[in-house]
């Protein structure tokens, strides 16, 4: 297996940062033959860039959009609809906040609000679905976009151990305005959940990882038992 092209940083981005640089570029990639003006197309990117660079974002941030773009470049299926897996990547986190039960919600509605004057409304329609799916990271939809999408979103699961351990350490930052007595159990019941899944992964491209995002998940909670 590859060794899965994460970009974990926990502190805000700048613009000229590399991969960042990087990341602008497949987004203007996506609005290219497109009835986007330039204009507009900035102020997309903006609102987007200022969503996901907000300091109390420590894992939703612009480093997991550069991440799941770059897994989804990993995909050699030829017949993925790249617009619909972009589109979906820039805003499926765009609301985040983690006192709200409705982010994912939120999110699909706002993509829909943006993208509705510039793609067919079937597109439109695949993009909030699968960005709705990602409440409970269960798919919506039998396609292939919508398995793809999901795997990318949770490939963090499946990383080596030091970086996951990265990324626990970044998502208790997030939720850093609950002390352990609060956030514990609620973590808890996060991991059971995926552990008690009979899959994680729905992508044949993933499903060789499910062993490691298992090691890693059960690792966590065996932690939080401490």
Known sequence: M????????????????????TLKEKF??????????????QQIWQKI?????LPARSYHNL????SITEILDQNESGDLDR????????????????????????SAAFAEK?????????????????????????????????YAFLDADLA?????????????QAIRQEYRIYPDLLYRPG????????????VIYYSSAFQPREGQARANLQRELEGLHK
């Open 156 to 168: 963090v699961l499946a990383a080596a151990p030091d970086l996951y351990d990265q990324y626990v």
């Open 83 to 106: 617009t619909i897996l972009y589109w979906t990547t820039f805003f499926h986190d765009y609301i985040y906040k983690v006192v709200r039960k409705d982010n994912e919600r939120q």
């Open 63 to 66: 480093s997991h959009l550069y």
């Open 49 to 53: 860039f200022n969503a996901h660079n």
């Open 114 to 146: 943006i993208l509705t004057p510039f793609l067919p409304d079937n597109q439109v329609a695949v993009i909030r679905t699968i960005i709705e799916s990602t409440a409970r990271h269960e798919p919506l939809l039998d396609t292939k976009e919508q």
């Open 2 to 21: 590859n060794k899965l092209p994460i970009q974990l940083s926990i502190s805000p981005a700048k613009t000229t940062d590399s991969w960042v640089v």
């Open 187 to 198: 973590r808890k019941k996060v991991l059971q959940h995926f552990l008690e899944r009979p």
């Open 28 to 41: 203007l990639k996506i609005t290219n033959n497109q009835r986007f003006t330039t204009a507009e197309v």
